[in-house]
């Protein structure tokens, strides 16, 4: 599993725009609870002997980032699960998501600011977005005056980490043509968050100072002066950038509300089923070969009790002379420095990956005579852990641009999920057009060509909604795994909402034409409670 995402816990509007009258600023209205969230900026609506009115609203969006949170699946909780990774191992995205709507887009061009909220503030209950009718006060829920039931706001309109201090962690969002989601990447909050450097308190989406033109270079004033928390506006951007709507938390729409969507590559490549000998083609690196050990104890991951997370070891034999198990004496590995010495060439120095997981490194030469069958033998001192087997290939080159093809299953595909469960996917592969014979069918397995490269995408079937698209970016957040029997993907599927049929693309990365294929196969499933 390599994504998952957190729902918004709290989210609000605050605004000092006018009501329909024009008489007085709504600066105590709430709107904790409206299925939507907008941001303006509207200019001249009202005038007076100090010029013309600039109204604002902002959006206070709170996520379960830790513990403290009161959310038993809170970021910090996943990552001391072993659910998500360690700091620099995983991005974390802000995802918002556009709401259509009947009043005037956003300008294009309009730039959001994401800044960290630097105090405690209120959700509320009010939902009137059109006549500001839900008035908080000092009452509980944020306003623009008020961060929460008798505590006001340093400024009106809202406390934000900003200078230069916390320059890492000011974000911004500019939209081409005002319709846009927002997927920004905050990682560095988040982790401020999670280590207790800053208080979470969650984030606010505003335009630029410019394009709220709060800030009067006549009079030096700015807008935690008098008049309902902001003057109005003589001499700034005489102009207005219009509405911008976002999904709620509340909203009926189950993907469309707030997240941080955590993304990172989990997939694990065992090499025991594309296993090469050391070849002059390879570089050093490319020459290693990567194989696993799991160690399952009654169906579950177990760390090995002497090791635990330490160093585990690994020899390689040549078989018996019926070639069915090890014989003679460890082969010669080839030394590199790392994880096989040259005082030690007969051992591989492995390492722990995860719970009951643990993998090693290495690369072996060919005899004049290859052996056709390798065995790695797990071991700590003098106890032995596992023996399995390799069938390494040499690696030899190709007179022309192969152009390959694929047939594509899910060996292990159920029409239904639950909602509540993390299912595995096996995926097996084999050239298209691969044609055995009768005795192949009869006596051996089936091929399996293990893609290096492949990644999926889940999307809901009755509008072809990309719930997770393909994550073939930096993060490869959607890379799927490889072992001997072909490629695997973990998902969590409480992601997804029950009461829907969903598909699963594959994708499949050609080096021939440096670029990602999208597969024919389709797979499609239902998510029940």
């Not at 081409?176 to 979470?200: F, H, M, P, R, Y």
Request: hydrophobic share 35%.
């Amino acid at each position: 599993m390599s994504i998952k995402r957190f729902i918004a816990t709290s989210d609000t509007i605050i605004t000092n725009a006018y009501p329909e009258e024009k008489t007085s600023r709504a600066t105590g209205s709430n709107m904790g609870l409206a299925d939507s969230l907008e941001v303006f900026s509207i200019y001249g609506t009202t005038s007076s002997s100090v010029g013309f009115s600039q109204e604002l609203s902002r959006v206070l969006v709170k996520f379960p980032t830790t513990t403290a949170d009161d959310s038993i699946d809170s970021i910090q909780a996943c990552r001391s699960a072993g659910t998500i990774p360690a700091s620099g191992s995983v991005s974390f995205y802000l995802r918002m998501y556009n709401v259509a709507h009947a009043d005037t887009l956003i300008s294009p061009s309009a730039k959001f600011n994401i800044f960290a909220v630097s105090s405690s503030w209120e959700e509320g209950r009010g939902k009137d977005m059109d006549t500001y009718g839900d008035k908080t006060h000092n009452q509980v829920g944020a306003n623009w005056i008020n961060a929460a039931s008798g505590s006001l706001w340093s400024k009106a309109g809202g406390d934000y980490h900003t200078g230069s201090a916390n320059s890492s962690v000011m974000y911004s969002k500019t939209f081409s043509n005002g319709d846009e989601d927002i997927e920004v990447d905050i990682s560095e909050l988040v982790e401020q968050w999670i280590a207790g450097t800053k208080n979470n308190y969650g984030i606010g989406m505003f335009l630029t100072s410019s394009q709220e033109a709060y800030f009067s270079s006549s009079t030096g004033l700015d807008y935690t002066a008098a008049n309902g928390g902001i003057l109005h506006n003589p001499s700034g951007a005489a102009t207005s950038y219009f509405t911008k709507k976002f999904s709620a938390r509340s909203s009926e729409y189950f993907f469309q509300r707030p997240a941080i969507e955590a993304r990172w590559n989990s997939a694990t490549k065992d090499r025991r089923g594309e296993f090469y000998y050391s070849s002059s083609l390879a570089t050093a690196a490319e020459n290693l070969n990567t194989i696993y050990y799991y160690n399952y104890f009654r169906g579950r991951l177990r760390n090995i009790p002497s090791i635990g997370t330490g160093s585990i070891y690994l020899s390689i034999y040549s078989g018996s002379s019926d070639d069915s198990s090890p014989s003679g004496s460890a082969l010669t590995l080839v030394s590199d420095g790392t994880y096989v010495s040259a005082a030690s060439p007969t051992f591989v120095t492995g390492g722990y990956v995860s719970t009951g997981v643990y993998s090693a490194s290495f690369a072996i030469t060919a005899a004049s005579t290859p052996l056709t069958t390798l065995y790695d033998v797990w071991l700590s001192g003098s106890t032995q852990y596992h023996t399995g087997t390799i069938k390494p290939k040499a690696l030899d080159g190709s007179p022309v641009a192969p152009l390959t093809r694929y047939v594509s299953n899910i060996t292990n595909f159920r029409k239904s999920y639950r909602n509540n469960e993390v299912a595995r996917f096996r995926v097996y592969t084999r050239l298209k057009g691969w044609n055995p014979t009768i005795y192949t069918k009869a006596v051996a397995t089936p091929e399996v060509n293990i893609v290096e490269s492949g990644s999926y995408e889940i999307y809901r079937t009755i509008d072809d909604l990309k719930v997770v698209p393909f994550g073939t970016g930096s993060d490869l957040h959607t890379q799927m795994s490889i072992d001997a029997s072909g490629s695997y993907f973990d998902f969590d599927m409480s992601m997804l909402e029950a009461g829907y049929m969903y598909g699963i693309r594959l994708s499949y990365y050609n080096e021939s034409v440096g670029s990602w294929v999208e597969q024919p196969n389709k797979f499609k499933f239902r998510v029940e409670d």
